[in-house]
Nanobody, 124 residues
Framework: VQLQACGGGLVQAGGSLRLSCAASGRTFSNYAMGWFRQAPGKEREFAASISGSGAIVSYTDSVKGRFTISRDNARNTVYLQMNSLKPEDTAVYYC??????????????????WGQGTLVTVSS
């Protein structure tokens, strides 16, 4: 599956952004989808993931209550709504797909396809 992410930008602390990731090439609902992020000088880390049906979601603790992952299987798109953004959320955000039809993952190694990344910068 091919992935194309967009929606990043510059926002002030406390603001919101919505990232989108469009998929093509395979049956979208057969893939769990995830958002990962990589801050400058740091390793890529898990942010959120969602199962193929959208019924199961998972978040890293630092974004719980502020970020919401969702998907529209009819549009082959996954979203990450980010509210109450903090400077520490500044990173390149990557969407990724894992061939897990009914389960979910937080492990980078489970995700086989990756988008190109979109930069989110949160100013203080």
């Amino acid at each position: 599956v091919q992935l194309q992410a967009c929606g990043g930008g510059l926002v002030q602390a406390g603001g919101s952004l919505r990232l989108s990731c469009a998929a093509s090439g395979r049956t979208f609902s057969n893939y769990a989808m995830g958002w990962f992020r990589q801050a400058p000088g740091k390793e890529r880390e898990f942010a959120a993931s969602i199962s193929g049906s959208g019924a199961i979601v998972s978040y890293t603790d630092s974004v719980k209550g502020r970020f919401t992952i969702s998907r529209d299987n009819a549009r082959n798109t996954v979203y990450l709504q980010m509210n109450s953004l903090k400077p520490e959320d500044t990173a390149v955000y990557y969407c990724a797909a894992a061939p897990l039809p009914i389960s979910i993952s937080r492990r980078t190694s489970d995700f086989r396809s990756w988008g190109q990344g979109t930069l989110v910068t949160v100013s203080s």
